[in-house]
């Protein structure tokens, strides 16, 4: 007997509202042209298009379907794919180097990711410090690239990339926004030094409260959007995977899921979007399952600080910081999920939220508009709304 499996939508219902059928073919299928007939009898629209075949893949002699099928969904994700060949960076620069600006610093210098990598911090000693470390790795790691540290912003000069993590990281009981006005302070300073001795850097804005710190980043630098970015996205939707992974029992490679919003209590994860191994949540999971993984990601950066007392997240953080550097540098391609001003896309105006968006050399490219269930835009215009309140109070 043969097979043809249609995986890829949530329903028949999302398939059509997407106006596209996915096929996704595994080691071991056999493809035959019943995909293609069931699709037609519904009436979806296939798009053609080539399909990476992971394993050789056994057809019956049915020759609609062969080895080009449809298009893929997009995947959000790539903890297991190997590294394309990447673009090193010329001089990175870390303006804070605390926990998430060491950590960015660790894994951008054990990678040799760019020839000269400059950490910064007003604590006194503290970037030299770092600086000092790492570059005594390079006899085990062989990495070339030097990092340097010092304590004054005049150090992003001709910088290329420049990640911004400096200032104050929330306690037990706070939440992010309670941040926004002793680290806007911050911000307004390392903006005006990226404005004068950096002008043609794409900086990455890691501190909180983030969708508003990279609005403050853009107002004082006056640089294009495309080269302003908040690091959020990446970092959520890690953590959306890394729950429904564990609530599912299959390995985090198996899961592709994508969070946008804010990065607040606004936070919103799209189930919609969401596989695994391929197919849609509601193969794996219950609905109550899938709302308590949402939970999970909203509350994950919480539930660190209450484990920690003092501080937050330092390590995914720096990963998911990472991810961005590696989109940049061509090493990863594809939309990532990335905080940007929005100038319409969404139907939102005028307020920096996460979206998922292709990055390259200069910043972003294009912002990717998924289509999404209507309560997942609702929760995009929430935390637009939220957002836009913030900044005015
Ligand atoms: N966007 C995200 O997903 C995300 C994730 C984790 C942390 N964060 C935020 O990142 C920020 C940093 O977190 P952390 O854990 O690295 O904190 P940390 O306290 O370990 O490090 C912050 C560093 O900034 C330095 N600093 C403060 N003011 C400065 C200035 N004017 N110039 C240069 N350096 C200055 C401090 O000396 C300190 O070393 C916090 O605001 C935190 O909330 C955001
Ligand atoms: O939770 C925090 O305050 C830090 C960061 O935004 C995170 O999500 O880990």
Same mark, same amino acid.
Not at 31 to 49: F, I, N, P, Y
Not at 304 to 325: D, F, M, R
Not at 352 to 378: F, N, S, W
């Given at each position: 007997?043969?097979q043809?499996?249609v995986?890829g ?7 059509r509202?997407?106006?596209r059928?996915?096929v996704e073919?595994?080691p ?8 293609r007939?069931?699709?037609?009898? %519904?009436?979806l ?6 399909v990476e ?9 049915a020759?609609? +379907?062969?080895?080009t099928?449809y ?5 959000w994700?790539?903890?297991s ?7 090193? %960076?010329?001089k990175?620069? %870390? ?10 610093a #660790?894994?951008t210098s ?8 400059v ?10 410090a770092t600086?000092?470390d790492l570059? #005594? $790795?390079?006899?085990? $790691?062989g990495?070339a690239?030097r ?5 004054t ?15 104050r990281?929330?306690?037990?009981? +706070?939440?992010?926004?309670?941040l926004i006005?002793v680290?806007?302070?911050v911000i307004?300073q390392?903006g005006?030094a ?5 002008p043609?850097?794409?900086?990455i804005?890691?501190t909180n409260? %983030?969708?508003?710190?990279t609005?403050?980043m853009?107002r ?6 495309e ?5 959020a ?5 890690s953590?959306?995977r890394n729950?429904l992974?564990?609530?599912a ?7 592709d ?5 804010s990065?607040?209590?606004? +936070?919103a994860p799209?189930p919609?979007?969401?596989t695994?191994k391929?197919?849609?949540l509601n ?25 920690k007392k003092s501080?937050s ?5 720096? #990963?998911a910081?990472?991810?961005?550097i ?8 594809g939309?990532?999920?990335v ?5 319409g ?6 307020v920096v939220l996460?979206?998922?968006a ?7 490219i294009k912002?990717?508009?998924l ?5 997942e835009t ?6 637009a709304?939220?957002?836009? $309140?913030?900044?005015?109070?």
């Amino acid at each position: 007997m043969t097979q043809g499996r249609v995986i890829g939508t949530d329903t028949v219902e999302d398939a059509r509202q997407r106006g596209r059928l996915i096929v996704e073919v595994m080691p071991g299928d056999i493809v035959t042209a019943l995909a293609r007939e069931s699709a037609e009898r %519904l009436g979806l629209k296939l798009v053609d298009g080539p399909v990476e075949m992971p394993a050789p893949v056994r057809t019956d002699g049915a020759t609609s +379907m062969r080895r080009t099928l449809y298009r893929r969904a997009p995947k959000w994700q790539a903890p297991s794919r190997s590294p394309r060949k990447a673009r090193r %960076l010329g001089k990175l620069a %870390l303006i804070g180097a605390g926990g998430v600006g060491g950590n960015i610093a #660790h894994l951008t210098s054990r990678a040799d990711m760019a020839e000269e990598i400059v950490l910064i911090d007003i604590a006194p000693g503290m970037a030299a410090a770092t600086a000092l470390d790492l570059n #005594h $790795t390079s006899g085990i $790691t062989g990495a070339a690239g030097r990092c340097i540290g010092g304590e004054t912003l005049d150090l992003v000069s001709g910088a290329e990339v420049i990640v911004v993590t400096a200032g104050r990281a929330r306690s037990p009981g +706070m939440t992010r926004a309670d941040l926004i006005d002793v680290n806007a302070r911050v911000i307004r300073q390392a903006g005006e030094a990226i404005r004068s001795e950096a002008p043609n850097a794409v900086v990455i804005v890691v501190t909180n409260p %983030l969708d508003e710190m990279t609005t403050e980043m853009l107002r004082v630098t006056g640089f294009p959007r495309e080269r302003v970015l908040g690091m959020a996205g990446t970092l959520d939707s890690s953590r959306f995977r890394n729950a429904l992974a564990m609530m599912a029992g299959v390995s985090p490679a198996d899961v592709d899921a994508i969070t946008l919003g804010s990065h607040g209590e606004e +936070m919103a994860p799209i189930p919609s979007r969401a596989t695994i191994k391929g197919r849609p949540l509601n193969v794996f999971l219950s609905e109550e399952q899938v709302k308590a993984c949402v939970k999970d990601a909203i509350t994950g950066g919480g539930q660190v600080v209450a484990l920690k007392k003092s501080g937050s997240a330092t390590i995914a953080p720096a #990963h998911a910081t990472i991810e961005l550097i590696d989109h940049m540098r061509g090493a990863r391609t594809g939309p990532v999920p990335v905080s940007v001003m929005l100038n319409g896309e969404y139907g939102i105006d005028d307020v920096v939220l996460g979206v998922p968006a292709h990055l390259g050399q200069g910043g972003m490219i294009k912002i990717e508009e998924l289509r999404l269930t209507e309560a997942e835009t609702a929760a995009l215009h929430t935390a637009a709304d939220a957002i836009r $309140t913030r900044l005015a109070t």
